[in-house]
Each structure stands twice: as C-alpha cells, then as structure tokens.
C-alpha cells in the first residue's frame, strides 16, 4: 500500500508528502522562470498503494478518496511585481566572469559581463560549444570544442564525425537517441513494437541526454521542501522522454520467458555508479509469461490483450522487478532516485515543478499535467507544457514511476556522487505523483515508496541510459 508522508511543519490537502527538507535562500537567482516544452513538446477509486511518507515522518499512507473529477488548482504565490518606472535598468542574469554556451542552437561561447549579463565572447562554432570547466586553472572561458579527424560522436541524437577539425553531422538524426558513436534503437520499439512507436510524432523510445552537474535533493525552495542539506553530483545520463507504453511492454510480454532466463547476475549495471551490483537472478519476476500478463490486469489495468488498444498509454500495474527487468533487456536501467530527482529538478535550476523554477508564474492547471483524474491515465506526452527542462514528459502526473532505490526515509546528509540508497527496505522508491492524486504531489521534490511486489493502475515506470 502506498502511503503519503507528513510534513514537518504544514500539512497539505489531498495525499501527503514524503521527505522533504527548512527556509533557505532564493534558488540561484532565478527570477522569471518561463515554461518551455523542449523537443518539439508532445473509473472509480483506484487501489491503495503502498506507504508513503510524509515531511517528518512515517505514516499509513492514505490512498485516493474517490478521485474526484475535474483538476484541482494550486496557486503558487510569488513576489510582488514590481511597478512600471520606465528606464530601470534590467536585472542581473549572471554573475561576472560565468561562461555559457548560448546563441541559436547553443554555439556561440558568451561570457558575463560587468553589467551581470551574456555577452559573446568569440566567433559562433561550427556546431559546438563546450562550457569549459576548468577545476584548477584561473581561465575558465567557453570555447568551440575540437576534434580530430574521422572521429565519431553525438550531438545529441544527431550522428557526427568530425572533418578538416568541424564536426559535421553523418546522415539522418537518429530515432531513438544516439549514445557511444552511434544510432540506438532499443528493442522495444523493434519488431512487434514498432508497430506501435508513434508518440507524438517521435519515437515512443527516444531518450534525452540530462547533462550532469550539482543540485540539492529533496529540495525546491519552496514551503515543503526547503532543507538544503542534502546535496549531489549527478553524471551525465539518458532518461527516456516518455513512460514506457502499453505499445512497447508488448515486445517485452511476448519474449518474457526467453528474457526472465537470459537475465544475469550483473546485468543493467551502471559503470559509474559504485552502489549498483545490478541484476540478481534472486530477483521476484513472475514465474511465465501467463502469469506477467495476470500481472499487468489488475483493476483498472492499462494493458490489453487486443492489440491495437491502449498502445500509447503508459503501462501500468507494473511490479518493481519486471520494470527493472524491462529496461535492462532494453538496454538501460531504472533511474537512480537521485537521477529522476535532477531531472525533474531542472538540475540546479531546483525547480518546483518540471515545468518551472521556484516562486513565480501562473497556477498550475491541466495544461501543464494529467493530474485529479479517475479512470486511466493519458496518452504519454499529453501535456508538453509541462515538459522538463530536458524534455522529458509526465514526469509530475499520469503515472508514478518506479526508481532504483530501496525506499529511505530520510536521505543521507553525506555529499552524494551518483548515490544510490542498497541497504535492504521493504519498499522501493516512487517518483512523479499520478493522475488520481492532487497538486500537491506534483512537487518536483516530491516522493513516495511502495513495496516492490505493488501492482496497481497508478504505477508505471521509464527507463534511464548511462551515456557512456
């Protein structure tokens, strides 16, 4: 059962919060954040969940009441306006001396200047531009990034070799993403998912790069989550744009028994992160492929057996380990809590919600997330409002979404560097809130926990790729 967690000092309406963090300072100075879908943008009381957690503290976590119809509203109260007094000089953007890479197709190198604002500081790349990030020189400065002759690369689905010291791109984009030198597309929007690989115009398998660099977990500034002491480095890695759907679990079902024996120990390891041991083949999967269907039908299931319904519907009624297992024989992994947490965080820019920084902007509403709904959830991609900073979708509503930590009440105070939490829970982490529930499970910083075995309409999962 999934359960809503309190928070410290305020509690909110409708499902309770888990762990989030006190006051703290204005969010890297962000002022008027704007929502920007990246990427070309795209019945009845659901069953209890397992434990969530609220600020503070454990409790039973309560479970939708009825879903009521329609989309509850939040507002989200920033500062005042200032007045008119034309001629005011305009804010400061950045601090002096910061380098960007910015320009159409981000290309050009800027540098900050005294006034607190971009200024280019050299010619435009011929396709790109590195922020260099210098850890003990005094000249950090952004630069056209070299190469060297016939070498291949990615930018960021685009294919390119590198000519006469230019990177130029090497045939058509790819479909899915491009990682290591070359075009990847994952098995399940192969064969018999291709048939349904259509999400808004792209394929229901594309995954985005999420550059690394530093953030606080658990934490937006905001009212709920405002404890900054729990900070991280996260790597650079891919993180699936859209849920993984009905169209591509197919591919999956109808191979699951050769795939639950091919799976071994070590399997889906990230690399780069010291915690993972990856796959064990102790690991509960459902014994056959009859008995992962029986699975996937619990009340107000997602999947169907005719195979032209529900194909672009996330899937739902998914246990931990078969989502687990799902991304591994695609060729990723289940994101680390911290991952999805930066992800959906905007990185540094500690957002919110996915769609915007802190403080300022208009009330949340379903433009921006499929959320205070009964029934199902929507077609993945629905809402390209909402899109993050990345441009991945839905990942405030729809479904929640499995991640790869044992569930932890309170995060570790340590500095994590790719962290991820392996002393042995009952339940595993959820990340994003769901369709049923209110706004205030849309928090960014938002989590929840269920056991892994939980199978129920509002559970779903996406899968993240190491980029090396």
Not at 84 to 97: K, L, S, T
Not at 124 to 150: F, H, K, R, Y
Not at 194 to 219: H, I
Not at 373 to 395: C, E, F, H, K, M
Request: glycine share 12%.
């Amino acid at each position: 059962m999934l359960k809503p967690v309190a928070w410290g000092r305020a509690a909110l309406t409708g499902a309770a919060l888990l762990v989030g963090a006190g006051a703290c300072d204005s969010v890297l100075g962000i002022e008027e954040p704007q929502d920007r879908p990246t990427d070309g943008g795209e019945a009845g009381e659901p069953p209890s969940v397992a434990g969530t957690k609220n600020m503070g503290g454990s409790s039973g976590l309560t479970t939708p009441e009825g879903g009521a119809a329609g989309t509850p509203e939040i507002t989200v109260v920033g500062e005042a306006g200032g007045g008119g007094g034309g001629g005011a000089p305009p804010m400061p953007e950045c601090e002096v001396d910061d380098v960007r890479c910015g320009g159409d197709g981000e290309k050009t190198p800027e540098v900050c200047d005294e006034t607190g604002h971009f200024v280019e500081n050299g010619a435009e790349c011929p396709v790109l531009c590195a922020a260099g990030e210098c850890v003990e020189c005094e000249d950090e400065q952004a630069q056209c990034t070299p190469c060297e002759q016939g070498q291949p690369d990615c930018n960021p689905r685009q294919l390119q070799t590198c000519n006469d010291g230019v990177w130029r791109d090497a045939g058509a984009a790819c479909e899915a993403y491009c990682a290591n030198a070359a075009c990847i597309n994952p098995p399940s929007c192969n064969g018999a998912g291709s048939l349904t690989n259509n999400c808004d115009g792209a394929s229901c398998c594309r995954s985005l790069l999420v550059p690394g660099g530093t953030f606080k977990r658990d934490y937006d500034g905001g009212e709920y989550f405002n404890n900054p002491n729990f900070p991280a480095q996260i790597s650079s890695f891919f993180l699936d744009k859209f849920e993984v759907t009905v169209g591509r679990m197919r591919a999956f079902v109808s191979s699951y028994d050769e795939i639950k024996v091919a799976l071994k120990d070590g399997d889906g390891k990230a690399p780069h992160i010291e915690e993972d041991e990856g796959w064990s083949t102790s690991n509960d999967l459902p014994a056959d492929k009859a008995a992962l269907i029986a699975k996937l039908n619990c009340v107000d299931h997602t999947w169907a057996d005719d195979v032209l319904t529900n194909n672009y519907l996330p899937i739902s009624c998914v246990p931990f380990y078969v989502a687990y297992a799902f991304c591994i024989w695609d060729g990723g992994r289940l994101p680390t809590n911290a991952e999805w947490n930066f992800a959906a965080s905007g990185g540094d820019e500690q957002r919110l919600y996915p769609w915007k920084a802190p403080a300022d902007g208009p009330p949340i509403s379903a433009d921006y997330a499929y959320y205070g709904q009964v029934g199902l959830p929507t077609i993945v991609g629905s809402t390209p409002l909402g899109n993050g900073r990345w441009g991945q979708a839905d990942l405030a509503g729809n479904v929640y979404e499995w991640a790869l930590d044992y569930h932890r009440e309170e995060l570790s105070t340590d500095v994590c560097v790719d962290c991820l939490e392996v002393t042995a829970a009952n339940e595993r982490t959820l990340r994003g809130g769901a369709f049923y529930g209110g706004a205030d499970l849309l928090f960014a910083a938002y989590r929840n926990y269920a056991p892994p075995n939980e199978s129920t309409s509002y559970i779903g999962f996406r899968c993240a790729r190491d980029a090396k």
